[in-house]
Nanobody, 128 residues
Framework: QVQLVESGGGLVQAGGSLRLSCVAS????????MGWFRQAPGKEREFVAA???????????DYADSVKGRFTISRDNAKNAVYLQMNSLKPEDTAVYYC??????????????????WGQGTQVTVSS
């Protein structure tokens, strides 16, 4: 059974930082697309960031425009994990953040990648 377990959410003041972690079990996500999505109250789930295999020696990172320059996604294949470093947080970043894992993906836009596995989510609350 594949499981994705997020951690690291919490309450932080505007301008602060948080680091989210997602550890996967049940299958390896090496060279697979992995990403973060979020859903705020009353809104649809939206793409935040993802990391996808380039086919060479590196991974590409894609970001939503709203988080570019503030959030950084990274991964540790040895731990089967993906992380999201969130800096300069804003109240509008408040949401439940979900980790997602997919399959091989050769496209150039992680938003459209097939994500087959999802975590339960971790709450991030940014106070003004």
């Amino acid at each position: 059974q594949v499981q994705l377990v997020e951690s690291g959410g919490g309450l932080v003041q505007a301008g602060g930082s948080l680091r989210l972690s997602c550890v996967a079990s049940g299958r390896t996500f090496r060279n697979k697309v992995m990403g973060w999505f979020r859903q705020a109250p009353g809104k649809e789930r939206e793409f935040v960031a993802a990391t996808r295999w380039s086919g060479g020696r590196a991974y590409y990172a894609d970001y939503a425009d709203s988080v570019k320059g503030r959030f950084t996604i990274s991964r540790d294949n040895a731990k089967n994990a993906v992380y999201l470093q969130m800096n300069s947080l804003k109240p509008e970043d408040t949401a439940v953040y979900y980790c997602a894992g997919g399959a091989d993906y050769s496209g150039t836009d992680s938003r459209t990648a097939p994500y087959d596995y999802w975590g339960q989510g971790t709450q991030v609350t940014v106070s003004s």
